[in-house]
């Protein structure tokens, strides 16, 4: 009896409060990491491929931790991509709410899955073999039931509280802080045509996933971390893994660079613009817009605080979030003030001709020669050192 109470009290190792900390970090960041590499980036994005062995362990990893099905996951994280800040978007604070994202995000999961058309359409090119189909996918919640009692037989009824930590590891990481908060709160590196944000710049904790602005600026690239300061854990496992054999990445975002003395755009500075087209937009809000907007509020003798927060961030994405007031007092300011509605404009056409899909780059690039020319003889300094600037960028090798 005495045996009995003692096993029900400490599990079969007995171990000691710290040894369970260590246990429970462990496994959480693998469980991180079998949703980042594997779920994230091998899977919805296909930028990355692990060796059999170590995707499968990554696959078992995530159905005995979260009951996630792996079909399901990632047709849920493309039509993210796809349909993002819109009513599609299962998980977007924009029209949900961040308190609905952040602590409810789970439901709107579990929403998205009975959308079974939709899975089927996003959710391609997933695993289909004898156990995905026979164990993975029909009992998905068995895997979080044989680890409640691996919890208790190794840890005793503290195993409970391990095992509900752990269960909440995705609902809170994942689901609340990453598609919530990495859409509502943190710094952009790149202006693109959502609210994604970087959380941090150290991806210590989430595996990486705190860059959500990067990964949306380019959603195929394996590394997450765009500039020096910045850290990806999970991009750091990728390197150990191909070292050893085990990964071969297949996307990895380029790396701007900037020719000096080029004096005309070319077929490289067209590639480099569209690849880094959003961090174009954020340098251009930097450096040409905001110069000019202080320019004008200072002819004014008034703030730029003036416009107010949402009418100067509505300069840096064309209005797109602002209320239909707002983009009306806005357009109001531009009229009275020509030097910054010029900049706006000249923003407007660089977005146009750089979304010129259907258009062939000999055109495409035509109308960038075109648009550095004009800006050069604009006038206005801050935009034509910008454009200067440009028909300079270029695309470094792959450091693959």
């Given at each position: 009896?005495?045996?009995?109470?003692?096993?029900?009290?400490?599990?079969?190792?007995?171990?000691?409060?710290?040894?369970?900390?260590?246990?429970?970090?462990?496994?959480?960041?693998?469980?991180?990491?079998?949703?980042?590499?594997?779920?994230?980036?091998?899977?919805?994005?296909?930028?990355?491929?692990?060796?059999?062995?170590?995707?499968?362990?990554?696959?078992?990893?995530?159905?005995?931790?979260?009951?996630?099905?792996?079909?399901?996951?990632?047709?849920?994280?493309?039509?993210?991509?796809?349909?993002?800040?819109?009513?599609?978007?299962?998980?977007?604070?924009?029209?949900?709410?961040?308190?609905?994202?952040?602590?409810?995000?789970?439901?709107?999961?579990?929403?998205?899955?009975?959308?079974?058309?939709?899975?089927?359409?996003?959710?391609?090119?997933?695993?289909?073999?004898?156990?995905?189909?026979?164990?993975?996918?029909?009992?998905?919640?068995?895997?979080?039931?044989?680890?409640?009692?691996?919890?208790?037989?190794?840890?005793?009824?503290?195993?409970?509280?391990?095992?509900?930590?752990?269960?909440l590891t995705i609902p809170v990481l994942a689901a609340g802080v990453v598609n919530g908060l990495g859409h509502w709160w943190g710094y952009r590196n790149f202006?693109?045509?959502?609210?994604?944000?970087?959380?941090?710049?150290?991806?210590l904790v989430i595996g990486g996933e705190e860059l959500h602005n990067n990964h949306h600026a380019f959603p195929s690239s394996a590394r997450f971390s765009m500039?020096?300061?910045?850290?990806?854990?999970?991009?750091?496992?990728?390197?150990?893994?191909?070292?050893?054999?085990?990964?071969?990445?297949?996307?990895?975002?380029?790396?701007?660079?900037?020719?000096?003395?080029?004096?005309?755009?070319?077929?490289?500075?067209?590639?480099?613009?569209?690849?880094?087209?959003?961090?174009?937009?954020?340098?251009?809000?930097?450096?040409?817009?905001?110069?000019?907007?202080?320019?004008?509020?200072?002819?004014?003798?008034?703030?730029?605080?003036?416009?107010?927060?949402?009418?100067?961030?509505?300069?840096?994405?064309?209005?797109?979030?602002?209320?239909?007031?707002?983009?009306?007092?806005?357009?109001?300011?531009?009229?009275?003030?020509?030097?910054?509605?010029?900049?706006?404009?000249?923003?407007?056409?660089?977005?146009?001709?750089?979304?010129?899909?259907?258009?062939?780059?000999?055109?495409?690039?035509?109308?960038?020669?075109?648009?550095?020319?004009?800006?050069?003889?604009?006038?206005?300094?801050?935009?034509?050192?910008?454009?200067?600037?440009?028909?300079?960028?270029?695309?470094?090798?792959?450091?693959?």
């Amino acid at each position: 009896m005495t045996s009995l109470l003692d096993l029900l009290a400490a599990g079969l190792t007995g171990s000691p409060w710290w040894l369970i900390a260590i246990y429970f970090v462990v496994v959480m960041q693998l469980t991180i990491f079998s949703v980042t590499l594997y779920l994230h980036r091998s899977q919805a994005h296909r930028s990355v491929e692990f060796h059999p062995v170590i995707a499968h362990f990554f696959r078992f990893w995530a159905w005995l931790t979260t009951a996630m099905v792996t079909k399901e996951w990632v047709a849920i994280h493309r039509l993210h991509h796809a349909r993002c800040e819109t009513e599609e978007d299962p998980h977007s604070p924009l029209i949900h709410g961040i308190g609905k994202v952040v602590f409810r995000g789970v439901t709107l999961y579990q929403q998205s899955s009975k959308d079974r058309e939709m899975i089927e359409q996003y959710g391609v090119n997933c695993p289909n073999d004898w156990i995905e189909r026979k164990l993975y996918t029909p009992f998905c919640a068995l895997g979080p039931t044989l680890l409640l009692f691996v919890d208790l037989a190794l840890f005793g009824a503290i195993g409970i509280t391990v095992w509900a930590l752990q269960m909440l590891t995705i609902p809170v990481l994942a689901a609340g802080v990453v598609n919530g908060l990495g859409h509502w709160w943190g710094y952009r590196n790149f202006e693109t045509f959502d609210m994604s944000t970087n959380l941090t710049p150290w991806g210590l904790v989430i595996g990486g996933e705190e860059l959500h602005n990067n990964h949306h600026a380019f959603p195929s690239s394996a590394r997450f971390s765009m500039r020096r300061a910045e850290f990806d854990m999970g991009w750091a496992v990728i390197r150990v893994l191909r070292r050893l054999g085990l990964a071969k990445v297949l996307r990895e975002a380029p790396r701007l660079s900037i020719r000096e003395q080029i004096e005309t755009p070319d077929q490289e500075t067209l590639r480099a613009v569209v690849s880094y087209r959003f961090q174009i937009f954020k340098r251009y809000f930097k450096e040409v817009t905001l110069p000019v907007v202080r320019q004008e509020v200072g002819k004014a003798q008034e703030s730029a605080a003036g416009l107010g927060r949402r009418l100067r961030k509505g300069l840096a994405n064309d209005g797109r979030w602002l209320d239909e007031g707002s983009r009306q007092r806005l357009g109001l300011w531009l009229a009275d003030n020509p030097m910054a509605a010029t900049v706006v404009e000249y923003r407007q056409r660089l977005t146009d001709l750089i979304n010129r899909s259907g258009k062939s780059s000999q055109v495409m690039l035509e109308s960038l020669q075109q648009w550095c020319q004009e800006a050069e003889r604009s006038g206005i300094a801050s935009l034509e050192q910008f454009a200067r600037s440009l028909r300079g960028y270029t695309l470094e090798p792959s450091s693959r």
